[in-house]
């Protein structure tokens, strides 16, 4: 797996155990990248860089999902879902260095790795409608 790949991986665990915590991601994110055996540089530092994005803008990125998650209140999706939505929105928004197709791509495979069976179904649909009507230039 690339380096990236791994750094969203643990951005998304660290997204959902601030979460299901009440904290900021960033202040979970060396303990649980100590748990879970994250000590790449490169890695922790693009984790950071992401976890970092989503607590900075989480009420801009969680209005934009509601937007495009029809019939779905963020409150009453999954955590894992509701994280990686955060993460990809916030990618696909607020990083014009990476193609919305990576971002879409990634978010789809966490959620076929750590969600329930439809989880990526409903990541893939609702990011590429994100994408579509935000960012149609990228």
Do not use: H
Not at 13 to 27: E, F, M, P, R
Not at 28 to 51: K, Q
Not at 106 to 122: M, Q, S, T, W
Request: glycine letters at 4%.
């Amino acid at each position: 797996m690339r380096k990236r790949s791994i750094a969203r991986q643990c951005a998304v665990q660290v997204l959902y155990t601030a979460d299901i915590n009440g904290k900021k991601a960033a202040d979970v994110l060396d303990s649980v990248a100590e748990i879970e055996g994250y000590t790449d540089r490169d890695v922790i530092d693009f984790a950071r860089r992401l976890v970092s994005l989503v607590d900075d803008r989480r009420q801009e990125i969680d209005k934009i999902i509601s937007e495009f998650a029809s019939n779905w209140p963020i409150d009453r999706m999954g955590v894992v879902d509701r994280n990686i939505l955060r993460l990809g929105t916030a990618e696909l928004i607020f990083l014009d260095d990476i193609p919305p197709k990576v971002s879409i791509n990634e978010a789809v495979e966490i959620a076929k790795r750590f969600g329930d069976d439809d989880a990526y179904k409903f990541v893939n649909g609702v990011l590429d409608r994100i994408r579509k009507e935000k960012c149609p230039t990228k």
